[in-house]
């Protein structure tokens, strides 16, 4: 039982690694848009990380199903409610940098 519990805290340390990493990348980015991506991924992914290493530390009992539920419930609602953020910014006249490059550089179509 050592083993896992070893395991477990060494994923939740790379769960707290992720959310490191992705509160960087917070820094990084200058347009909102970009920023509500990272946040919502640093969100799932570390979030989920935690909770996995806590099953791992805890074992198979009915607290590992109820982390299995929070993390199903993370799983669909976080992208959902990142979606909704920024739909309601982008609906509200919240516009994109224009100085990012994927806006400044036609797309060209290739000819036959």
Partial sequence: MRVFESIGYVIIGL????????ILGIFRFKDFYTRI?????IDTVGALTIIIGMA???GFSFFTAKL??????????????????ARS???SGYKP??????QNHEIE???E
């Fill in 109 to 111: 179509v290739p000819k």
């Fill in 68 to 85: 299995a539920l929070i993390m199903i419930v993370m799983l669909i609602l976080n992208p959902m409610v990142a979606h909704v953020v």
């Fill in 15 to 22: 769960g707290f690694v992720f959310m490191l990493l992705g």
């Fill in 97 to 102: 940098d224009s100085d990012d490059d994927a």
């Fill in 89 to 91: 910014a982008y609906v």
């Fill in 37 to 41: 991506v990272v946040a919502s991924k």
């Fill in 56 to 58: 791992f530390i805890h």
